[in-house]
């Protein structure tokens, strides 16, 4: 089967000349489609790097990253935008919640990239909030939340476009264990029920553990791929 995500000898150079950095020095990977993949390693390996080459959110400065067989170097910019709105999404912690908008309005925001009408965008961002069992939420101003409320509101957003791939840079980062841990079984029973292929960038074992395949990064370099026996 094509793997969702196909990435081949993919470089990222930050900076020039005797500034240039070498963040990947030619990475390669497939990702198949409802799998779940830790990307592990130390600060400064270049995981978050990775992540954005493969999420689209950023590009390499040579190899090539296929979707679906896709060579993604090939499509427009605006056709690009769309198709990463409509294929994947976020939990990252810089991007940040709105604080003073309500946790509806900052819910609905990838529909309102989309394009998708008022109605139809209050009724799913309704139905996430709900599924994140914070529906009673809707109308709060997004800085009155908990940190693990936060967390959860940036899942519902990644999920309101019903995505096929959801990307999480440390998404238990910030939380204490019982609340990183709420927000892990959220994002694991994702990838089980809906067959969503989830992708995360993470320093806490357990959670790497968790996932089906672990990719280790050192130096710009995938350096051991090792398969996890699956619970
Ligand atoms: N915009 C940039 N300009 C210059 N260097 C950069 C830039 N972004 C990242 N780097 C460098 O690239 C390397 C990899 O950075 P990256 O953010 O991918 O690391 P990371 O593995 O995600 O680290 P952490 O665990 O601390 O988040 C680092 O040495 C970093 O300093
Ligand atoms: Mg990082």
Redesign the pocket.
């Known amino acids: 089967m094509t793997p969702i995500i196909s990435v081949r000898d993919v470089r990222r150079s930050?900076?020039r000349g005797a500034n240039r950095?070498d963040?990947l020095k030619g990475v390669s990977l497939d990702i198949a489609e409802g799998e779940s993949v830790a990307i592990v390693?130390?600060?400064?390996?270049?995981?978050?790097?990775?992540m954005h080459v493969l999420a689209l959110l950023d590009a390499p400065t040579s190899g090539t990253v296929e979707l679906e067989g896709v060579d993604t170097g090939t499509l427009a910019g605006g056709r690009l935008n769309r198709t990463r709105n409509k294929t994947f999404g976020f939990v990252f912690q810089q991007f940040f919640l709105t604080a003073n908008a309500s946790v509806l309005e900052n819910v609905v925001l990838p529909m309102t990239i989309a394009g998708v009408s008022r109605g139809e965008r209050r009724r799913r961002g309704l139905a996430a909030l709900e599924q994140l069992e914070l529906g009673d939420k809707a109308a709060s101003k997004a800085r009155d939340l908990s940190g693990g409320q936060k967390q959860r509101t940036v899942i519902a957003r990644a999920l309101v476009n019903d995505p096929r791939v959801i990307f999480a840079d440390e998404p238990t980062g910030n939380l204490d264990t019982a609340t990183g841990a709420v927000v892990e079984d959220i994002l694991f029973s994702l990838q089980r029920e809906h067959g969503i292929t989830l992708i995360v960038?993470t320093?806490d074992e357990e959670l790497a553990a968790r996932c089906d395949r672990r990719i280790v990064?050192r130096d710009g370099l995938i350096v051991d791929e090792r398969n996890e026996v699956a619970a």
């Open positions: 930050y900076g950095f963040a390693g130390k600060s400064g390996s270049g995981k978050s790097t990775l960038v320093h990064v």
